[in-house]
């Protein structure tokens, strides 16, 4: 397993950058979050949920109570930003009206109002990762969790995408993101945990990128 003896304890409504170099074990740990892996040893308890004892069937759920987005933002295509949002609250049971006021007020949010029918391909990449928080947000999740969101990101573009997870969090959702991004981990003064080869060596609150 890519992580060992991790004991970690995040709060309801904390802000977490996960830091490290890259093979450090980030994207193992945010997987972990979201059950897309299972650890041979330990348990993983998310929204009061031990995922190591869940069954497949029941992760559907969990997952509707989470918002997660990629570096790679990982939108349909073939359909619109709006319907791109709207695809996350069908599973809800959210429908017709409700549903779209739902979307527009999320995609107003993000600033992407006039975007609502375009596709992802017509988008810049700023935009199209705040398509995917948009889509993260809309089913009002109790954790965001994020893995390098903005990796493929220029500087300013990646401020702004961080400055809307940190609305999210002030609203009360949890965050945890993994990211490189140095001068935003910097400037935002969060907590930082950071992996060296698999395990944590710190946690520390308002913490910077390095030591
Ligand atoms: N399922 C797995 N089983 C065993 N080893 C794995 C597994 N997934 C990843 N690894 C290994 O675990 C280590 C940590 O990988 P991980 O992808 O979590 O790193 P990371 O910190 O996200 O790196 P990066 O910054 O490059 O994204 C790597 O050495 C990787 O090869
Ligand atoms: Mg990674």
């Not at 992580?3 to 093979?23: C, M, P, T």
């Not at 700023?126 to 500087?155: F, K, M, W, Y």
């Not at 959702?173 to 910097?186: K, M, P």
């Amino acid at each position: 397993m890519a992580l060992n003896h991790v004991n970690l304890d995040i709060r309801k409504g904390e802000f977490v950058f996960i830091v490290g170099q890259s093979g450090a074990g980030k994207s193992t740990l945010i997987k972990l979050l979201y059950r897309e892996e299972v650890p041979t040893e330990g348990r993983v308890v998310v929204a009061g949920k031990d995922l190591t004892r869940m069954r497949r069937r029941e992760v559907p759920l969990l997952r509707r109570r989470l918002g997660v987005v990629f570096q790679d933002f990982r939108l349909l295509p073939d359909r619109t930003v709006a319907e791109n949002v709207e695809f996350a609250l069908r599973v809800t049971g959210y429908s017709g009206r409700d549903a779209k006021k739902a979307v527009a007020q999320v995609l107003a949010m993000v600033g992407l109002k006039n975007r609502l029918n375009a596709y992802p391909g017509e988008l810049s990449g700023g935009e199209q990762q705040r398509v995917a928080i948009a889509r993260s947000l809309v089913r009002n999740p109790d954790i965001l969790i994020a893995d390098e969101p903005t990796g493929n990101l220029d500087p300013d573009t990646s401020m702004e995408i961080f400055r809307l997870i940190e609305r999210a969090n002030r609203y009360g959702t949890t965050v945890v993101v993994a990211t490189h991004a140095r001068h935003i981990v910097d400037a935002m003064r969060k907590r930082v945990i950071e992996l060296r080869k698999g395990t944590v060596v710190r946690d520390v609150h308002r913490g910077a990128y390095d030591d």
